[in-house]
T-cell receptor
């Protein structure tokens, strides 16, 4: 089992639904990430939070809305998604290299939420 | 443009042999490179990190080399076991909106036959 917990494990939603993905870690990491992974493709970076502030938003459509309520929690709010948004959504955490704007410490991933948009 | 290339063909080897996976990159100047393992339906798991001034790094049956001149890393698993079957991803720091974060290669699937 990983030290990064993601819920739910599976989610099926319609294009008009609003849902949220949740991620929790208790390793004291101050950087948290959302990655998206399609089948047989590498994880693609979506968002990075550092010390609860959004640091990187990799041109993600506004139908994905991240939130970092505290240093242990990371949410991804979903609204009006498209079928092509179906993927495995991975949360990760790490210690940031403070002050360098650099997020390349080893990542601790959760096991993801498998999202299907119908 | 920046590219990380891993052999997309699956690598099939016999148990007990050494598996060698390749990661080539272009238009990156990474300070270090990381390797991850990913099993189906699960998140990647960090294995090893090697810095640009390190030629080689070992951890148990794993060995990673890093050649910044060739822009290549090799990942070796010695005495491979069926439990080593998984997809192995290399990762480098890329530039995202002025900041650096990990970007992943597409991975190579390793299948170890008993």
């Amino acid at each position: 089992d990983t030290e990064v917990t993601q819920t739910p494990k599976h989610l099926v939603m319609g294009m008009t639904n609003k849902k949220s993905l949740k991620c929790e870690q208790h390793m004291g990491h101050r950087a948290m990430y959302w990655y998206k992974q399609k089948a047989k493709k590498p994880p693609e970076l979506m968002f990075v939070y550092s010390y609860e502030k959004l640091s990187i938003n990799e041109s993600v459509p506004s139908r994905f809305s991240p939130e970092c309520p505290n240093s242990s929690l990371l949410n991804l709010h979903l609204h009006a998604l498209q079928p092509e948004d179906s993927a495995l959504y991975l949360c990760a955490s790490s210690q940031p290299r403070a002050g360098q704007g650099s997020y390349n410490s080893p990542l601790h991933f959760g096991n993801g939420t498998r999202l299907t948009v119908t | 443009s920046q590219k990380i290339e891993q052999n997309s063909e699956a690598l099939n080897i016999q148990e007990g042999k050494t598996a060698t996976l390749t990661c080539n990159y272009t238009n990156y100047s990474p300070a270090y490179l990381q390797w991850y393992r990913q099993d189906p339906g699960r998140g990647p798991v960090f294995l090893l990190l090697i810095r640009e001034n390190e030629k080689e790094k070992r951890k148990e049956r794993l060995k990673v080399t890093f050649d910044t001149t060739l822009k290549q890393s090799l990942f070796h698993i010695t005495a491979s076991q069926p439990a080593d079957s998984a997809t192995y991803l290399c990762a480098l720091e890329g530039i995202f909106t002025g900041r650096r974060a990990l970007t992943f290669g597409s991975g190579t699937r390793l299948q170890v036959q008993p």
